[in-house]
T-cell receptor
Framework: AQKVTQAQTEISVVEKEDVTLDCVYETRDTTYYLFWYKQPPSGELVFLIRRNSFDEQNEISGRYSWNFQKSTSSFNFTITASQVVDSAVYFCALSEEVRSALTFGCGTRLQVQ | GAGVSQSPSNKVTEKGKDVELRCDPISGHTALYWYRQSLGQGLEFLIYFQGNSAPDKSGLPSDRFSAERTGGSVSTLTIQRTQQEDSAVYLC????????????FGPGTRLTVT
């Protein structure tokens, strides 16, 4: 069975600090997909990134970067120079085949002050 | 272009009543998903429609829950004889056919059962 663990329930940082959100996953499949979604106070889930299990290259998009390590089953998300607008709940998710249902972690609430 | 839309945005109902929640996916998206977000259970998968294939109902919590998708587009999630534990935000997502297959979510329907 697949499982996603986000051990950090809540993180509070001061603006301009860097912050890393952890995500550890479990799956028996060799082909799988990992996602991060952002849920701001408005409530709508916003897609951030999708990675497949064959692509371990780290990715950077502006202030956001993602570190995918199959050896530790982790897909961590770093926000550099955090801003107040980054305050949200961030969800890591896993699917085991394209277009299958997502299994979500419990989410990490990030508060940037 | 238009995103996923859901209606109503909020629904308050009395215990025991039936409710219907509607989802309009992104035009051209063949896959449609329903999820539920509640304080105690987080984000849970409910049901998945893909084209004309039989839906994956493996996430439905009880036989009081059902969903249909008409004409491969609009979907309705029906909860019969609502219970207080059904109170949650019901989220709909859609995705296109193809390698990207990212699920795009609607704003959700907040259901409160009193």
């Amino acid at each position: 069975a697949q499982k996603v663990t986000q051990a950090q329930t809540e993180i509070s940082v001061v603006e301009k600090e860097d912050v890393t959100l952890d995500c550890v996953y479990e799956t028996r499949d060799t082909t799988y997909y990992l996602f991060w979604y952002k849920q701001p106070p408005s409530g709508e889930l916003v897609f951030l990134i999708r990675r497949n299990s064959f692509d371990e290259q780290n990715e950077i998009s502006g202030r956001y970067s993602w570190n995918f390590q199959k050896s530790t089953s982790s897909f961590n998300f770093t926000i550099t120079a955090s801003q107040v607008v980054d305050s949200a709940v961030y969800f890591c998710a896993l699917s085991e085949e394209v277009r299958s249902a997502l299994t979500f972690g419990c989410g990490t609430r990030l508060q940037v002050q | 272009g238009a995103g996923v839309s859901q209606s109503p945005s909020n629904k308050v109902t009395e215990k025991g009543k039936d409710v219907e929640l509607r989802c309009d996916p992104i035009s051209g998206h063949t896959a449609l998903y329903w999820y539920r977000q509640s304080l105690g259970q987080g984000l849970e998968f409910l049901i998945y429609f893909q084209g004309n294939s039989a839906p994956d109902k493996s996430g439905l919590p009880s036989d009081r829950f059902s969903a249909e998708r008409t004409g491969g587009s609009v979907s309705t999630l029906t909860i019969q004889r609502t219970q207080q534990e059904d109170s949650a935000v019901y989220l709909c997502a859609s995705s296109s056919l193809g390698r990207t297959a990212v699920q795009y979510f609607g704003p959700g329907t907040r259901l409160t059962v009193t």
